[in-house]
């Protein structure tokens, strides 16, 4: 039997294989979540014009300090029908246009009226609350790099700019297998040795939250036909994603019959716990990701492999898994074979963040495992990771 391979060989494997789908144009307000195919640039300069940042009176600073006249108003969207005169003020609103002859705003807190005139009781300085066109961007600037993903953010930043469309990956088309006689659907009476099937509803909501189209096939029984039906319909997808049916039991049948439909086995087996017989496969443009049926085995597997191509396949820049780090805030045990996935709570205690792992971290126990908001890595090797040592993990949710 082949050696495993470590987390950074396998996802190097997938990644190798991993190319961005043709790109699309998307209306801005679709964009949410996509990533950008390329660069998307600024239409106009940010601010377009001179700008009020407060509300109060458009003067000049060499009028300052002293008592002006309050000759007209300029509100946001109306800007001022002259130009200012020496000697006068224009009350403004925030956002609204500085006229010309104006080069300094007074906030209106910083004044005393008296009827149509203001007493300015300091010297403003030049460009004082004026915000200056292009200091944010001027047309041209990219505002969002190829590679980036459309956040609410950058939704902003390029509604503002002008950007009413920007060219897109396609979304991945993915399809999602349970395998196994004793899987029934969540609500079904269950006959003895029947469990509910929990892995597609899981997978799949991961999956959308990156991005991909989901269909979720009804679970297959463990029979050669009724496998080569699912999975050479899964495989006109993007990517066909099972759970079970990848280890090497009488029953587990995913792998022989994928090679019969044509599927090369890139890999199978990583050097992960839980998680170690996934495998992984391309026929053609189309992947194939075997995860354990263990659930917890199959949500490790979709964080570290699935979701990477993902990603990968509509342009992510970095499609890779981001860490963060926090101290633990227990004892743990190091395997010496195999890199461990710990679910955990991360929180703040005493002005740090401090990763305390979850009892129960058994592969099946998927509903202990649901406390957990990250996935604390611990590298294999000999002893112990100390309590108060720095841990990298992974957000989850």
Known sequence: MAALITIEEAQRLVLARARAAEAEPVPLGAAAGRWAAEAARAAVDLPPFPSSAMDGFAVRAADTPGRLTVAESVAAGRPAARALAAGEAFAISTGGVVPHGADAVVPVEHVARDANTIEVAEGVRVGAHVREPGRDAVAGDVVVEAGERITPARLGALGAAGVAELRCARRPRAVVLGTGTELRRPGAALAPGEVYEANGVMLAAGLRAAGAEVEVLDPVADDEDAHRAALARG???????????????????????????????????????????????????????????????????????????????????????????????????????????????????????????????????????????????????EGALDAGTTVRYLPLG
């Open 235 to 381: 495989l006109d997808a993007d990517l066909l994603v099972t759970s079970g049916g990848v280890s090497v039991g009488p029953h587990d049948l995913v792998r022989r019959v994928l090679g019969e439909l044509g599927v090369e086995e890139v890999f199978w087996r990583v050097a992960v716990k839980p998680g170690k017989p996934v495998g992984f496969g391309v026929r053609g443009a189309s992947f194939w990701f075997g995860l354990p049926g263990n659930p917890v085995s199959s949500l490790v597997g979709l964080e570290l492999f699935v979701l990477p191509a993902v990603r990968a396949l509509q342009g992510a820049r970095d499609p890779l898994p981001r860490y963060a780090v926090a101290r633990l805030g227990a004892p743990l045990a190091r395997n010496p074979a195999r890199d461990e996935l710990v679910r955990a709570d991360v929180r703040w205690d005493d002005g740090e963040l401090v990763a305390h792992p979850l009892s129960g971290q058994e592969s099946h126990m998927i509903v202990r495992a649901a406390r957990a908001n990250a996935l604390v890595h611990v590298a294999r090797g």
